[in-house]
């Protein structure tokens, strides 16, 4: 079975910054795409960023362009997603998921299908 495990959330006051870090077990991690959802309260699940298989190229939500940054350790089977100068409106429970396909890229819920538990991010102003 696929396993993700993120870790890192916690709460901190507008622009601080946090570092999310998911590890994956259960599958060849290095041919899958990678990416980061969050999802707020009465809101649905968006996309905020993924990175592709292998050394991957990254792609954001607009929202955090310029603030995260995601990557990947290809050797100790894990993405972080770097977050700087946070906002109230970052505030989410963030999730981690694993590619649907092998050597692919993707930036919807569809392209993703293992997901962690979720990892809880409160930003205070």
């Known amino acids: 079975q696929v396993q993700l495990v993120e870790s890192g959330g916690g709460l901190v006051r507008a622009g601080d910054s946090l570092r999310l870090s998911c590890a994956v077990s259960g599958r060849t991690f290095s041919i899958y795409h990678m990416g980061w959802f969050r999802q707020a309260p009465g809101k649905e699940r968006e996309f905020v960023a993924s990175i592709g298989w292998g050394r991957g190229l990254p792609y954001y939500a607009d929202s955090v362009k310029g603030r995260f940054t995601i990557s990947r350790d290809n050797a100790n089977n894990t993405v972080t997603l770097q977050m700087r100068n946070l906002k109230p409106e970052d505030t989410a429970v963030y999730f981690c998921?694993?590619?649907?396909?092998?050597?692919?890229?993707?930036?919807?819920?569809?392209?993703?299908?293992?997901w962690g538990q979720g990892t809880q991010v409160t930003i205070s102003s």
């Open positions: 998921a694993t590619g649907r396909t092998p050597y692919g890229l993707g930036r919807n819920r569809i392209d993703f299908d293992s």
